[in-house]
């Protein structure tokens, strides 16, 4: 990946210190623009993705940068993109999660008494945490849970949040009432953590797509969704050839849903579901 790209994105960098004049104009000014609510991010998180944006622009503070955001309308589309980087949710495009939980996990399950599922672009947990759901729901005596999901993440910081797995009312909107009951508990502030019975499947560690394969290869599943924004044509086929390498016999590609594979590297895969992005293996 082009590091010119990839340094501003990525937070493991302290914010610097620079002056918060015009910052709460500029924010309410991004909510309207982009239509999306920033009150649930940290303060933080979104001084450093603006100030990626700042750098990129030559904005030397946030009064320059809204200036300039107001004057280029195609900073809109890259500021939403540097904003919701880290975007995920619970059963993010249910038709793909209820598809995954109802068929496919089940014929695994049928053959198998375990299952080895690989989570690559976790973000904070959502995505793997929904994995450990649905399987859990369809556990019978003699399946084999622990550990089964690995899940990872270039960020080492949205990391911490994934081990964490406490998680505000809102990041759980998709999941039934009955779901939220079972797999979390409430904390005092009112918040919701994972119960150990699903943390104890998802194994968080930092691993960088460019870099190869983690430890483990022979997954069932892999679930590499919205994770290419920033990567090149290249990039986007090396890591096609990358989640084949990791996959075993007939295992399934789980791609996000405005993500394509490139003709050069399709031959790899069959489709599964092609409309919900789901392939596999060949
Ligand atoms: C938008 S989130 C997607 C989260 C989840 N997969 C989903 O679809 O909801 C993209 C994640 O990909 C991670 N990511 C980006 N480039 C990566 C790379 N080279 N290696 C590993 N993770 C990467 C980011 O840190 C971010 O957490």
Redesign the pocket.
Same mark, same amino acid.
């Given at each position: 990946?082009d590091k010119k790209t990839?340094i501003p994105?990525?937070p493991q960098i302290n914010v610097p210190k620079i002056s918060e004049k015009g910052l709460p104009e500029l924010i309410q000014d991004v909510q309207k623009r982009l239509n999306i609510q920033l009150t649930s991010y940290k303060q933080d998180y979104i001084k450093r993705r603006l100030l990626s944006r700042m750098n990129s622009t030559r904005s030397k503070d946030f009064v320059e940068y809204h200036q300039y955001l107001k004057t280029h309308p195609e900073e809109e589309e890259k500021l939403r993109n540097a904003l919701?980087?880290?975007?995920?949710?619970f059963h993010?495009?249910p038709d793909v999660f209820n598809l995954v939980g109802k068929e496919i996990f089940n014929t695994i399950l049928h053959e198998k008494k375990t299952i080895k599922i690989w @989570?690559? $672009?976790? @973000?904070?947990g959502?995505?793997p945490y929904t994995y450990a759901i649905l399987l859990h729901e369809l556990s019978k005596p003699g399946i084999i849970l622990n550990g089964v999901i690995t899940a990872?993440?270039?960020?080492e910081e949205?990391l911490k949040k994934a081990k964490a797995g406490v998680y505000d009312k809102n990041a759980l909107e998709n999941l039934s009432e009955n779901q939220i009951t079972r797999h979390f508990d409430k904390t005092p502030d009112g918040k919701f953590s994972v119960k150990p019975h699903i943390k104890n499947m998802v194994r968080f560690q930092s691993?960088?797509?460019?870099?190869g394969v983690p430890v483990a290869r022979m997954f069932d599943v892999v679930?590499?969704?919205?994770?290419?924004?920033?990567?090149n044509e290249q990039?986007k086929k090396d890591l096609v050839k990358l989640v084949h390498d990791s996959l075993g016999k007939e295992g399934y590609y789980i791609m $996000?849903m405005s993500e394509y594979m490139s003709k050069d590297v399709e031959s790899l895969f069959k489709p599964y579901k092609p409309l919900l992005k789901i392939f596999k293996k060949i």
């Open positions: 990946m990839v994105v990525f919701t980087i880290n975007v995920t949710k993010r495009d @989570s690559a $672009g976790c @973000s904070s959502e995505e990872t993440d270039i960020d949205i691993h960088d797509l460019m870099k679930s590499c969704r919205n994770v290419t924004i920033y990567f990039q $996000g």
